[in-house]
């Protein structure tokens, strides 16, 4: 954290624990109502321990780490909120071969809430996190500025620390809808994913292969809690959302509305194949929805990004810590696709470098030649 900014490099001194929290949390900008909620038992277990703590305690340091995730109507908020729990281990909490956590010593880990895969790797870029989750595709052409992301700057600063799991395209129509394909959905009203979302670049993909373009439909450019509500209330025909399976917003509008999800599958979906090497075939099984039936669809790998200038041993630890066997647990309680989180798949589908903090501990876990002087690369 050597390179990050004194915002987020805190050190504990003797005036009141209580206002030091109070003072530190707020001075982290860019995080609303839910980004400061998201800290949850880390952020209480932190001022628990520094209010009851004596002077040894307060004169540690402690430092805070973001991860930049997407709405909470994904998959991401969830899996950031639980990956930020088990790295956490907040100023004189108690040791992991005590029973306490087995997280970074004095870290403090942030989910923050955000638009999504776009949006987290621009943040990256510009310094505003530490890290962020991303679709594998637009962590590609963020590094490369490519597609979107041409003149951009800052896109070489990304590097892995891990592939999580995969994230499954979802196309949501109501029950009763006639529309069958991608291609049905021409001059109806689409939510396309939110500004900003790995969502609405990769709908624009399908739209293409269909033979259809921004143009065909009626778009709209929503969360999906509000993409929800609009398909709820009728204003809408369809609505698209990449997130892992269960999606939350996909299972309250399963509650609230008859549903079903248009299979994506064809000639068509084997053409996106082929020009976006990035996606596979998956299926969104049976029950993920209520009594929906297992469907067809394309799956991309969701990554755990991070800056290139966060200090090499600070990654190393975080990813040691992520993967530590006491994490397994936390990881699996939390969001369905938590279960997929595992350390032999934690390289596939990676396509940008792993940070040298993150090489080193795979290297040490076996998953990289011991020799090796930098992290194969991938395709």
Not at 202 to 215: M, R, Y
Request: net charge neutral; aromatic share 6%.
């Amino acid at each position: 954290m050597d390179r990050t900014s004194e915002t987020n490099r805190i050190t504990v001194t003797n005036r009141s624990p209580r206002a030091w929290v109070s003072a530190r949390l707020f001075r982290l900008t860019g995080f609303g109502l839910l980004g400061v909620l998201a800290l949850g038992l880390v952020t209480l277990g932190a001022s628990a321990f520094l209010f009851g703590a004596g002077d040894s305690v307060r004169a540690q340091e402690a430092k805070f780490f973001r991860i930049a995730t997407g709405s909470t109507g994904g998959s991401y908020f969830p899996i950031g909120t639980s990956i930020a729990n088990v790295i956490s281990s907040p100023p004189g909490a108690r040791p992991c071969d005590r029973g306490g956590s087995c997280g970074v010593p004095g870290l403090i880990a942030l989910a923050k809430t955000t638009g999504g895969s776009v949006e987290n790797v621009r943040q990256i870029a510009k310094g505003e996190v530490e890290s962020g989750l991303s679709q594998a595709d637009i962590a590609y052409a963020a590094l490369n500025g490519a597609g979107i992301f041409k003149g951009e700057k800052g896109g070489e600063k990304l590097r892995a620390i891990a592939s999580l799991y995969h994230e499954a395209v979802h196309l949501v129509v109501r029950a009763d809808s006639k529309i069958e394909t991608v291609k049905d959905l021409r001059g109806k009203r689409v939510s396309l994913g939110e500004k900003g979302s790995g969502t609405l670049v990769d709908s624009l993909i399908l739209l293409k292969a269909f033979g259809l373009t921004e143009k065909s439909v009626k778009p709209v450019y929503l969360q999906p809690g509000a993409s929800v509500d609009r398909l709820v209330e009728g204003e809408i025909d369809a609505l698209f959302l990449i997130a892992g399976s269960p999606a939350a917003a996909i299972a309250e509008l399963a509650e609230r509305l008859p549903v079903r999800l248009v299979p994506l599958a064809g000639t068509a979906v084997e053409k996106v194949l082929k020009n976006y090497p990035f996606f596979q075939t998956g299926t969104i099984p049976e029950g993920a929805y209520g009594e929906l039936p297992a469907t067809e669809t394309l799956t991309v790998a969701a990554l755990w990004l991070v800056s290139a200038e966060v200090d090499a041993d600070l990654v190393y630890q975080i990813t040691r810590a992520l993967w530590h066997e006491n994490s397994r647990a936390a990881l699996d309680k939390g969001h369905a696709a938590g279960k997929l989180i595992r350390l032999e798949t934690a390289l596939e589908g990676v396509p940008v470098p792993l940070h040298p903090g993150a090489e080193r501990f795979y290297r040490e876990a076996g998953l990289l030649p011991a020799d090796a002087e930098a992290a194969p690369p991938t395709q």
